[in-house]
């Protein structure tokens, strides 16, 4: 069984920074890609920023230039840096992973998402 744990939200002003977690955990073959995604408050759920298996990402463009993605292989877990926080990134973060739990089965799996709230 896989289970993705967020950490690292909270209360911050605009302006400031957070850094969010997420480790991945069970037993598994592989983390493909992994995914930071946001839901505002009264909004669908959003593509954050996504980092592959190798490395590369892509950023939503409300967040190009102020949040960076990471990922620690050795220890299962995807980072995002959030600098330069406005209102408008509050809501829940959720993680997101692609896993390959044997060699020919490949699952998607989310966190329960841990909240962001910016004042102004």
């Known amino acids: 069984q896989v289970q993705l744990v967020e950490s690292g939200g909270g209360l911050v002003q605009a302006g400031g920074s957070l850094r969010l977690s997420c480790v991945v955990s069970g037993t598994f073959f592989r983390i493909n890609s992994m995914a930071w995604h946001r839901q505002a408050p009264g909004k669908q759920r959003e593509l954050v920023a996504y980092i592959s298996s190798g490395g590369s990402t892509n950023y939503a463009d409300s967040v190009k230039g102020r949040f960076t993605i990471s990922r620690d292989n050795a220890k299962n877990t995807v980072y995002l840096q959030m600098n330069s926080l406005k209102p408008e990134a509050t809501g829940v973060y959720y993680c997101?992973?692609?896993?390959?739990?044997?060699?020919?089965?490949?699952?998607?799996?989310w966190g329960p998402g841990t909240q962001v709230t910016v004042s102004s």
């Open positions: 997101a992973a692609s896993v390959r739990i044997i060699s020919v089965i490949t699952n998607d799996y």
